[in-house]
C-alpha cells in the first residue's frame, strides 16, 4: 500500500484553515496533523512519497460540475474530447468533472448514457461523472429517470431554450420535476426564454443585424429572469428542488435571492466568464466576437457586480465552466454572417481555479469561499461529498498544491485545452496549480504532465446533498 505525505503547506478546505500535514494512503486521505510534530515526522519517514508544499496551499482538487466534452451542437461538435478535456482540467486543478449525457429526440436515456460512457471510458486522466440531459421528455424517458438515479446519474437538465433541439415545454418541465421530486434527481434548468428567443433571432437577421453581438442583444436579460422566474414556480407546483445553470443576468439572480429568501430547495451556478467577460468582447470587431458566442450570453459590465455579491451571499452557490470549446477557425465560423449559427460555447474548464484565485486576490471572495464555489458545494450539489471537495480522513486524495504567489498569463499558446483561441488571452493572474493528486496518484508533478488516459474513473453519485 502506498502512502504519500504532503509537509508543511496551508491546508484549505470550505471550513477551515489549518498548518497541517497531510497522509495519504491508498489513494485516499487517512489523516491530517500538526506539521512537524513528532508524530507527523514518524509519517515521513515511512512515506514512499514525500511532497514538499512549504510556503503552498493545499487544496481539494476542483470539482467542475458543468462541462460538454464533444457535445454535438450547431452542427459540430465540442472540440475537447474527454481525453483532451480531463486533462487540461488536470493542469487547471480541477480533479472531477461532471459531463452532460445527451438524450436525442426519438430516442432513449439510456442510448444518451450508453454513447457517452462510449466516449469517457478510458479516456480521462481525472474522475468524472453524468448527469442526462432530457431532450425528449415522455412516459418512457420519466420511468428511465428512476432508473438512473439508483444508478447514480442523479441529475437532469432541461432547457427552457432551443426550440427544435434540446427545448422542453413547461408541461413536460413540469413532468420531469414531479418525478424528480419523488425520485431524488436533481433538475437542472438552461432557464431562458427559446420562444422569445427565437423571435428576436429572426427580426434581427431581417434588419441585418449578423454580428455576433446580436447574439446577446436578442437573448435579453428579462427572458432569463422571465424563465428563471417560471422555472422556480414550476419547481414550487411540483415540490421539487432546482438548480439554475449558467445564471448570467441580474435580474435572473434577483428571482434566485427572492426565491431562497422564502426558504425554496432553489439554487443557482454561474460561470467564470459572466464574472470576468462582457459585451465588450461580443462587441469585438472583425467576427473575434464569435469567441464569446455562449448561451446564457455575456451581459454588460454591470452584471459583475451583483453576481460577485451573490457569490459572497450565497445566493449563488457554485461557479462551474460549463465547457463547451468550440474553435474560431472552422468551427466558430460556421456563423459568419449569421449569429445564429455560431456554435454556443466557450473554453474554460482549465482556467477556472485559478481565475477564482484571482478573485481571492482581487477581493472578490475569501479564500474558503473559493473552495466552497469551486470544489465542496458542487460535490455536496452532486452527491460526491465527502470523497470529493474537501481534505478529511476518508475522503480521495485528489490534492492540488497550489503556489498562491506563482504569476501566470493565460494563454492559447501555452493552454492544454483543444480549443484555437483563449477566452482569457492575455490575463494575468496570480497563482499556479504545482502538483496534482488524484485518488494519491500524480497527475500534475511539478508542473509537468505525468497522468494517463483511463486513470480517471466513472463515479456514481448520490442524491443531492445541499437540501435545507
Ligand atoms: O453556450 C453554451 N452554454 N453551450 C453549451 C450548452 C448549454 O446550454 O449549456
Ligand atoms: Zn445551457
Ligand atoms: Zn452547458
Known amino acids: 500500500m502506498s502512502r504519500t505525505v504532503i509537509r508543511g503547506g496551508l491546508v484549505i478546505t470550505a471550513a477551515d484553515e489549518v498548518h497541517a500535514d497531510v497522509l495519504i494512503e491508498a489513494g485516499r486521505v487517512v489523516a491530517l496533523a500538526a506539521h512537524d510534530s513528532e508524530f507527523t515526522a514518524g509519517w515521513s519517514a515511512s512515506a514512499d512519497r514525500v511532497i514538499d508544499a512549504a510556503g503552498k496551499y493545499v487544496i481539494p482538487g476542483g470539482v467542475d460540475a458543468h462541462t460538454h466534452m464533444e457535445l454535438p451542437f450547431g452542427g459540430t ?27 436525442s429526440v426519438g430516442h432513449s436515456l439510456r442510448e444518451g448514457l450508453d454513447t457517452w460512457h462510449a466516449k469517457a471510458d478510458a479516456q480521462c486522466a481525472i474522475d468524472y461523472g453524468f448527469h442526462m440531459i432530457l431532450a425528449d421528455v415522455n412516459e418512457d424517458s420519466l420511468k428511465e429517470m428512476d432508473v438512473l438515479v439508483e444508478e447514480g446519474v442523479t441529475s437532469f437538465k432541461l432547457f427552457m431554450a432551443y426550440p427544435g433541439v434540446f427545448y422542453s415545454d413547461d408541461g413536460k418541465i413540469l413532468r420531469a420535476m414531479q418525478r424528480g421530486a419523488a425520485n431524488g434527481g436533481l433538475i437542472m434548468m438552461h432557464a431562458e426564454n427559446g420562444i422569445a428567443i427565437d423571435v428576436l433571432v429572426e427580426q434581427a437577421l431581417a434588419a441585418g443585424r449578423t454580428a455576433p453581438r446580436y447574439h446577446g442583444e436578442v437573448r435579453h436579460a428579462l427572458l432569463e429572469a422571465e424563465a428563471t422566474h417560471r422555472a422556480i414556480k414550476l419547481a414550487q407546483v411540483a415540490g421539487s428542488p432546482l438548480y439554475v445553470v449558467h445564471v448570467s443576468a441580474e435580474e435572473a439572480l434577483a428571482e434566485l435571492a427572492t426565491a431562497r429568501d422564502k426558504g425554496l430547495n432553489v439554487f443557482g451556478e454561474t460561470c467564470p466568464q459572466y464574472l470576468f467577460l462582457s459585451t465588450d468582447n461580443l462587441a469585438e470587431p472583425d467576427f473575434e466576437g464569435s469567441k464569446y458566442v455562449c448561451s446564457t450570453p455575456l451581459r454588460p459590465k454591470e452584471h459583475q457586480a451583483a ?35 455560431i456554435p454556443n460555447g466557450l473554453p474554460g474548464v482549465e482556467n477556472r481555479m485559478d481565475l477564482l484565485h484571482q478573485a481571492v486576490v482581487d477581493g472578490h471572495i475569501s479564500r474558503r ?100
Open 77 to 103: 461538435f465540442a472540440s475537447d474530447t474527454f481525453e483532451t478535456g480531463s486533462r487540461a482540467a488536470a493542469w487547471g486543478g480541477t480533479t472531477t468533472i461532471i459531463d452532460f449525457a445527451v438524450q
Open 307 to 341: 453576481l460577485w455579491r451573490g457569490l459572497r451571499t450565497n445566493d449563488l452557490q457554485v461557479v462551474s465552466t460549463d465547457h463547451c470549446p468550440f474553435c474560431f477557425s472552422g468551427q466558430k465560423e460556421l456563423g459568419r454572417g449569421d449569429f445564429s449559427k
Open 369 to 468: 469561499r473559493w473552495i466552497e464555489i469551486a470544489a465542496a458545494t458542487p460535490a455536496r450539489m452532486f452527491g460526491l461529498y465527502p470523497r470529493k471537495g474537501t481534505i478529511a480522513p476518508g475522503a480521495d486524495a485528489d490534492i492540488v498544491i497550489y503556489d498562491p504567489h506563482a504569476e501566470q498569463v493565460i494563454s492559447a499558446e501555452t493552454h492544454h485545452m483543444n480549443v484555437d483561441y483563449s477566452a482569457y488571452e492575455g490575463k494575468r493572474i496570480t497563482g499556479q496549480v504545482e502538483t496534482v493528486l488524484s485518488r494519491g496518484e500524480p497527475v500534475i508533478d511539478g508542473k509537468t504532465f505525468v497522468g494517463r488516459a483511463g486513470h480517471g474513473q466513472y463515479t456514481p453519485r448520490g442524491t443531492c446533498q445541499y437540501l435545507i
